[in-house]
């Protein structure tokens, strides 16, 4: 499934901004992204560095174009 924590903190200045944070694995967001009828253009896998656990994954998306309906 994947891992979910709560955080509390936010970025920048550090306020507190609470948020859910879920960590799925690529396949899974690749084949979300598909379902609500993206396409993917390109996917890039960052190997974790040094002291990271996990490895980073991005996606450039996009909407295709569909005909309006008059």
Known sequence: ?????????????GDPAPFDSYRLPADRIAGL???VGFAITAQTLQTPDEGEKR????????????????
């Open 33 to 35: 992204l598909e379902r």
């Open 1 to 13: 499934m994947g891992e979910h924590q709560r955080r509390t903190y936010g970025y920048g200045d």
């Open 55 to 70: 490895p980073v994954v991005s996606f450039l998306v996009r909407r295709p174009i569909t005909a309006e309906a008059p």
